[in-house]
């Protein structure tokens, strides 16, 4: 777990660009940040949707985008690379094994989940550099911690995501750059109503935004991972059960 000087951030007048904001968790993350005093720049495909939840929480910038698409990006950042600060709460999935493996939906899912942040974050981060300020926080997953059944595309490229805010928090430190994860367990949404397993301690996606604000209000911790007790399952016993013994049990 990332740490440093605990400091609590004053959201009131800052603006942040959300991205993955029309729906889910993202959705509720917009009136967590507006009912705590931030301007808000709202980021997703569908503008309609964008525009909607900006007047559901009484005014927001909409910049719609397609973080698949370059050229998207490219006119999006330019709109929004001005903020104080970033959440890439941008999520796809579809459960597959590796024995159902369909090519075009994994890489649909890891573009999506992964290299959109690339693109977004390889425009926006040297900026910020220069600028000497600036805020990112990645939405990853518990799934991103140890392997899993039938999270092909997922898994890995929430682990990647996990992994680029490590090496972005290693460089930008002493840059005036923050960086953070959050790793969310289940969240009750469209994504997670393609399941048809048991989801232990599933939370309405209001509670997660909550406790992604825990995160993003603090300098400390620069990783939270939730709902405990599940989140231990991967971030303590993943990390000390022998591999087998691990994988027997999330099998079974």
């Known amino acids: 777990m990332f740490r440093s000087k605990s400091k609590t951030r004053d959201l009131h007048g800052k603006t942040y660009w959300l991205i993955g904001a029309s ?12 009912r705590m005093g931030a301007e808000l720049i709202l980021s997703a495909r569908s503008g309609d949707r964008l525009q909607a939840l900006a007047e559901e929480i009484g ?5 719609p985008v397609d973080v698949t698409d370059t050229a ?5 950042t330019a709109k929004a690379a001005h903020a ?13 094994t590796a024995a159902e493996w369909d090519a075009t939906k994994a890489l649909a899912i890891a573009d999506t989940n992964f290299m959109g942040a690339m ?3 390889g425009r926006v981060v040297p900026g910020w550099v220069q600028r000497g300020e600036g805020h990112v926080v990645l939405i990853g997953s518990l799934a991103g911690f140890k ?3 039938g999270a092909i595309g997922y898994g890995a490229s929430k682990a990647a995501l996990r992994h680029l ?21 289940f969240i009750r949404t469209r994504l997670t109503a393609k399941n048809s397993f048991s989801m232990p301690q599933i939370m309405e996606p209001g509670e997660a935004a909550r406790q992604v604000m ?15 007790p599940f989140a231990w399952v991967f971030t303590v016993l993943g990390r000390l059960l022998p591999f087998r013994l691990y994988a027997r049990i999330v099998s079974g």
Do not use: H, W
């Not at 005014?59 to 910049?63: D, E, F, K, Q």
């Open 165 to 185: 805010a490590e090496d972005m928090y290693i460089d930008l430190k002493g840059t005036g750059v923050d960086v953070q994860v959050a790793n969310p367990g």
């Open 214 to 228: 825990c995160l993003v209000r603090n300098s400390e911790p620069r990783q939270l991972s939730f709902p405990a």
């Open 84 to 96: 104080d600060g970033l959440i890439y709460c941008v999520g796809e999935y579809d459960p597959m």
């Open 59 to 63: 005014g927001a910038t909409v910049v």
């Open 147 to 149: 392997g899993l059944p």
């Open 72 to 76: 998207s990006v490219a006119v999006a």
């Open 23 to 34: 729906e889910g968790l993202g959705r509720d993350l917009a009136k967590e940040m507006k």
């Open 119 to 121: 693109r977004i974050l």
